[in-house]
């Protein structure tokens, strides 16, 4: 999607979220808000965002850490 406006929250299996941030070209590097690396597990991820023709999209799947 060509997005204008760009929201990822990334959750812990217990609902915690563990890291966020807006705009595109970011990636998550598997560490929390306080830049300690996460342990291995799977991990909820919520993407919205507000695409070029002015509609709203959400995306909502699983992410699995592995180091």
């Known amino acids: 999607y060509a997005m204008r406006i760009f929201i990822v929250?990334?959750?812990n299996r217990w609902g915690e979220i563990v890291y966020s941030w807006e705009g595109e070209n970011q990636k998550w590097d598997g560490k929390g808000f306080d830049g300690?690396?996460?342990?291995?597990?799977?991990?909820?991820y919520v993407l919205?965002?507000?695409?070029?023709?002015g509609e709203?999209?959400?995306k909502k799947g699983t992410v699995t850490l592995i180091r």
């Open 9 to 11: 929250d990334i959750y």
């Open 36 to 44: 300690n690396i996460l342990p291995e597990g799977v991990y909820f």
């Open 48 to 53: 919205e965002g507000e695409g070029i023709d």
């Open 56 to 58: 709203f999209y959400s």
